[in-house]
């Protein structure tokens, strides 16, 4: 018996390829391969028009971007954050030689929790790293007024959240000293691989070219001990491609979404994720919550998809603060993180993507509804 087509939790959104050939082509005919040429000065340009943001530092991933964001505030001592995320979150700080302080999530938007916040503060806490998770955004009103009553610096790891609206005409990345961004093939907005800082004024993104170049301003002056996060022309173009496309795609996902939650709603012992009530979403992700009452405990869920060829994926499990550079931290203590821990139990993301077809949504539905 024919074994049935695989359905992966996510895919990455491609253009017809004819459709890339005119930029490739343009690229071998100017030669100019990296180094802030045209084609990465021109989505920097649209990047900001259509996310509506003032300035974006484009980088070779998000990861990069994220480190350098922390020089680019000369972050030290102690920073909080989630441990519900990837693990880059957590090791950008390791790699500036910070110590991560992990506080608990919301039980609702899974995002850091601002009311766990204050107790963890200590003189040598210098940032707040929150994460919108699953692109829902986190309370930043909340995250702000901490941050100004304990002269806080706040950078949002936004890698989720390319799209996303607060209000309506408010990106969510608009908020925060810095927000970073990945483009990375698994997310809604993809360079094949990419990332980005949105920076709030023309001094900062300065700042920010110079550290992901080197530290050089000229070819003689060096000003920092910088690196080389710089994109490529040949991402770049391909993001200036992927622009065209990303309406479509955000209804296509939206879309998506919507039958999940029509299809599952009556499911006894499972709960489809809530938004934050962004006034945009980007549906970067479907996350269910497995009860306690379903039939199946998550990872038998789970299992049972893979035996059909369908690859959910338990984002985020285990913990970051589980992994054995970050579980002996004071912080990292289970009992120190009881709804994040719970809710690295209970979540399975379910596949979503634009070429994601009824009929494979239905599949996936349908092995969920005969396991309860």
Not at 118 to 142: F, S
Not at 234 to 244: H, I, M, P, V
Not at 252 to 278: F, H, K, N, S
Not at 341 to 353: G, M, N, T, W
Request: with cysteine; aromatic share 10%.
């Amino acid at each position: 018996m024919t074994a049935p087509t695989p359905i992966y939790v996510t895919q990455p959104f491609l253009p017809d390829l004819a459709e890339f050939q005119p930029y490739l082509e343009q690229i071998w005919s100017n030669k100019i391969l990296t180094n802030g040429g045209p084609f990465h000065q021109q989505l920097e340009k649209a990047l900001c028009e259509h996310l509506g943001v003032e300035h974006i530092a484009l980088f070779t991933n998000g990861t990069l971007a994220l480190v350098t964001a922390l020089q680019a505030l000369r972050i030290t001592g102690e920073v909080i954050t989630t441990p519900y995320s990837f693990v880059a979150t957590a090791h950008s700080l390791l790699w500036n030689g910070i110590k991560p302080v992990f506080v608990d999530i919301d039980p609702q938007t899974l995002n850091l929790d601002p009311r766990r916040i204050e107790a963890a503060i200590t003189p040598q806490t210098t940032a707040i790293l929150p994460v919108h998770c699953y692109g829902h955004p986190c309370d930043v009103d909340a995250i702000q007024k901490i941050a100004d009553n304990y002269n806080l610096k706040v950078i949002y790891d936004a890698a989720h959240a390319f799209g996303v609206q607060t209000t309506p005409g408010t990106s969510v990345l608009r908020f925060g000293d810095l927000s970073v961004l990945s483009f990375h093939a698994t997310k809604v907005f993809n360079t094949f691989e990419g990332g980005a800082i949105v920076c709030p004024d023309a001094i900062a993104k300065q700042r920010i070219d110079h550290l992901k170049n080197f530290g050089f301003v000229d070819e003689v002056t060096v000003v920092a001990p910088g690196i080389n996060g710089k994109m490529s022309e040949l991402n770049a173009s391909f993001g200036l491609l992927q622009l065209k496309h990303i309406d479509i795609a955000m209804v296509r996902r939206a879309a998506i979404d919507a039958r999940y939650r029509a299809a599952l709603a009556d499911v006894p012992g499972l709960r489809c994720v809530r938004d934050a009530g962004q006034a945009v979403a980007n549906h970067s992700y479907f996350p269910i919550l497995i009860e306690p009452d379903f039939p199946l405990s998550r990872d038998a869920l789970y299992q049972r998809l893979r035996e059909q060829n369908i690859f959910a994926r338990r984002y985020f499990y285990p913990l970051i603060s589980d992994f054995p550079m970050y579980r002996g931290l004071p912080s990292a203590a289970p009992g120190n993180l009881p709804v994040a821990s719970e809710i690295a139990r209970k979540v399975l993301c379910l596949p979503i993507y634009p070429a994601l077809s009824d009929a494979d949504q239905d599949r996936v539905v349908a092995q969920i509804r005969a396991c309860a």
